[in-house]
């Protein structure tokens, strides 16, 4: 961390902040420049906020050089991180291929969608019991009974699960049925809820990077979980908000490479709730995966007419097929095995 | 809401989807142009998910002609609603001024600061007991014994009391403790913890905008809160996220007039989160009163410089009696009284 | 185009409001439901301002139901526009590879990084000579000299140039020494370099997407191009502004399908100032083609630490001859050829 | 400017890139942690282009500690530049009223608006006779002639004239009929046009943020202006482009202190466009004042219903008198004088 005083500042005032700077722990090196002289702080600076010092009325700046985060961080741990899924593996050179409907809705439409989706390719079941949704009056998820519909489609087909976990009173539950434990957008800053998965949950968590979140912020959430002793994170990036209001947010496939280069945790996309339109998801599907993403959440429903959410996003098994047989051969392409 | 048509498209199309608008229990006026056919539905749209429609084939785009939210809706309370905080009221032409320090540090910082700012003029208290943080390794607030610490200074003071509650676990002990309970930015799409303040929690409740919140957004969280049983919701702007950083955030003071037209719920404003800067609040304070808010939430701290957060954006007491002499002066023009 | 009605009005204002419409040329089609009245609007609408209808006090909204242009539109030109540049063909299935420095510094090193470019699979050369520059202090190009220089290159190595235009002022001389006229992001709605363009230019136009353009913007700017003569229009994709920081920009890669599926014209993605780090160019490019691309703009440097611009984003000629090879082989499979 | 070096590096690298900061004229300080080492840059660094340090390997972020503008700078100019427009003053304790129709229509119509304004009580009269339009198809103005009616309302009235340039080419028939030379929004990064106008134009600039322009860069334009020739820029907030479009920008007052912080010329608002509602210019244009502006820019039309463009963000006469009143008695409070 670097401190940046403003110009023509008095000895004192220097060593006071010295004296601060100090006072953290830390060791603190003065250059001194013609206008402008810096502090720079050498030590654990994770724990200091840099507010505590701009607050000083000598104080013009105070920038970071390092990351605040440490359990994640790449620099620390180089190797990818490889999280097994109930083991179905994510990261390295494994492409996780999540499919599955938005929401439960019945036992024989989870079923007919997670045979088919395994047929095309798809090794992990995604599904929503619990439903964040923006209306009260919307339909909220069929809630427990779902995830035993889940559970026994699991019975079926051998995919392990994914599902969105709304509350900390669900995780027991989840832990008992649920492989892949998702926490959602909007909660990606429900730093009780990260806490308590943290502590508490057994299983991998996938999370999903809020709807403004940066990089930073998004890893700081995963460094929550981390630091509250769950070190199996996946993140999703599943589109940012922007002024553009014709795709339902916008896919920031950028996150890749960014991510890889600052942690060691794999990353998947979710195309289709980024655009909000089938027809986005096949084009965005390939393109994620020859930017080198570890796996696809994709929305598969036998009849999106019907479906009671999200039916405009969702791709027909047929297409999931199609698309699935591209994805395996830009795979091969960037080193990624089906 | 209206239903668009591609071009080109079936009587028996047509036919189907009004057979579908009916399903709902809604009445469908059919309007044929010569490029576009358009199908009006009329009835209670509350419940009708858009998507539902606009993944058939035929449909081009589904529109919302009213607005998804009842409660809170100003067409159907067409006057303000006046929110009773411990003996403190909010809207119509009241003028809550809520200041204290970011978060609780000590019983006598606490007690001080609350006598500087009910001489200044501050009609409620506030201080953060839990604190959400982005770095798991932030301090995260006193919890238990911030509450305490707050009551304490009430009994001194007499000011009702404001802290963020971030977890249903804790809503009784705020119930017993807490006069105005906040729900911060990052949970205004905690949907499980709507509901559940909607439903235990015996106080109003001031419901912060998110990071990226629509108003419409926004407003569906109110919606949440009052459907679930509390309808004493207080709305606070503090800041969006934009492009521009040399600001925390950028204040959105039309989000002032927009609430007013849209809900007849009260409308409260936090220049201090919104800048991150002590500079900003000044004039940002008095362009909230200038533009008929109810209510300014600010932070006042008798020591920023050694503040555990937020030092920077936090006014000194004799800052904050100066601004809420101007403050007054201009609330006496746009008819709010302090 | 429809206008929806305030509640409860008169027989009066709704016949008022159809004169209004009539009066543009159009025919107006009421559907009275029992909330709201809609008017259709039915004829021409391109020339009609929605604000002229919305400024009534007994309109609520008016909503477009087809898209402002009509040049551009796919609706109305279903097949791919496949525009010649110099005998590189641009859109279809064929993929233009333009690479280059960020600006003209000299003629040896333009010529060396042509025929470097050339060898690696390029088939256009990329060079600023006029310079669009955030400080008035800093580098703003070669200019006329730098034009020269590119011709000098294209002599060499048979390569098309692409270049970017400023000021209406040059047109003449791009038409005699550039290719491919490229407008840039800054002046995606200078209007009247637009209509100079469409009027004067001879060659084929890349209009960059603005920094913070809607789809729908970004195509009324090639309307304006188009509408002013000059139909040979390729939109180039190189980044949106968004709140993170990280990157120089968000990559906006759904802007492939969307801008297929609602224009006819051809589209290429820019990389290199897209995100501003040369290790997000090679996944970014890759991502860009399987999503069905029609080319890729990229910046490459035989010495990127001593250019004049961007060369943290430029790449060297061995990492972009390594880049094209798995770009030829994704390209293959989504059906495109090199 | 500091740069930061990346983790291990040795002796060599370090002395290679002071070797490089020296070949710019600067002198290095060079200041080694235990695990970052930083390299202060002493010197006129404004034509210093970090992008020049970043692309070396071992360079891990170059960062300003000092703005890139000079003849903008507060630092070295600490009073408030007071801008002389026709014998109207813009700065310091004056307030500048500049209101009108959008665009110029008719002779009647300007004159007779320009008297009902002057009546109640504004300073300068606005009108657009060169209009810029998303399309193509949408009335671009009356040119010429419409500057012509101006001029006639000035004969009329006295009150100076603003309106806006979109083209070099008329820069002298600017100077000779308008007294401030508006630039719009969509041209703050036209870089020729800035240019230009600070070369040719001999009356002050009005100089519009552009739609998602950051501070910096809008102050960057003008020291465009400003190092080409023309020192008298007033610089003019109407709103920046988010995620929210309820309104039709999010108007930025914020703006207000900070502009007046880091810059000595005058700022002034624009709440028509900014919302694009009638009904929030009144809220705005009173908040706007109490921040401290140096202005308001307000849409005034006689007959918003027939307004050939932006009429619902227009406000009628009366309106405008009633918000004159209220604009005048904050002004007062915060030492403004009408």
Redesign the interface.
Known sequence: M?I?LKPKISENDVQELVNKVESFGL?A?V??????T?I?M??DV??V?P??L???PVV??V?H??E?YKLANR?FHPEDSIIDVDGVKVGGDHLALIAGPCSVESKEQVIAIAKEAKAAGANMLRGGAFK????????QGMGTEGLDILVAAKKETGLPIVSEL???DYIEEFNEKVDLVQIGA??M?????L?EVGKRCTKPVLLKRG??A????WI?SA??IM??GNPNVILCERG????????RN?????A???IK?LTHLPIIIDPSH??GKW??VE??A???????CDGLMIEVHND?????????Q?LKPAKYTELLK?VG??GE??GKSL
């Open positions: 670097i940046v060791t090196h250059s001194k420049g013609a206008e402008t810096i720079g050498v030590g994770t724990k906020d507010k505590q701009e607050v000083s013009e700046r920038m050089v390092s605040p620099a964040p949704r923006t209306s009260p009056y919307a339909f709304m509350s900390a909007r909660n800053q429900n730093f009780d809820l806490k709807l403004s940066t990089y930073e912020e700081m460094e929550y630091a509250s940012v908000r922007t002024y553009e209001t014709y795709t916008t896919l920031d496939l950028q890749i490479p960014v280069r980024a655009g027809w986005l084009p965005m390939k393109a994620a995966v020859a930017a080198g999106p007419e019907h479906a009671l959410c999200d039916g405009p969702s591209q051969a830009i392409i960037v």
